[in-house]
């Protein structure tokens, strides 16, 4: 069973850049799509980004795409998420999930599709 654990988050002024973290244990890491999400308090979790088990396809959300970066380490068992040029409105909590099932080529953006949700990172941007 994979579990997951986030880092990296932080306080940046609008702008700037952080790098996420998400490192996971158990040996099926890399038979798993994983998704970011990010949760801001009165509102449904959000996708951000994702990437397939092998690392060849991303997806990300539109309000996101062109600033942030999904990218892992198989051979580390670590997923990252590049975030540049940050904006106030990217200020959330941010999670990373795998998805339910192995070696699919779609990438989900419904937080229904995943499981094995890591605890959060907390990313605020300041204006």
């Known amino acids: 069973q994979v579990q997951l654990v986030e880092s990296g988050g932080g306080l940046v002024q609008a702008g700037g850049s952080l790098r996420l973290s998400c490192a996971a244990s158990?040996?099926?890491?890399?038979?798993?799509?994983i998704g970011w999400f990010r949760r801001t308090p009165g509102k449904e979790r959000e996708f951000v980004g994702g990437?397939?088990?092998?690392?060849?396809?991303?997806h990300y959300s539109r309000s996101v795409k062109g600033r942030f970066t999904v990218s892992r380490d198989n051979t580390k068992s670590m997923v990252f998420l590049q975030m540049n040029d940050l904006e106030p409105e990217d200020t959330a909590l941010y999670s990373c999930?795998?998805?339910?099932?192995?070696?699919?080529?779609?990438?989900?953006?419904?937080?229904?599709?995943?499981?094995?949700w890591g605890q959060g990172t907390q990313v605020t941007v300041s204006s």
């Open positions: 990437l397939t088990w092998n690392g060849v396809a991303t």
């Open positions: 158990g040996r099926t890491f890399d038979m798993y799509n």
């Open positions: 999930a795998a998805d339910t099932s192995p070696y699919k080529t779609t990438i989900e953006s419904v937080a229904s599709a995943y499981r094995a």
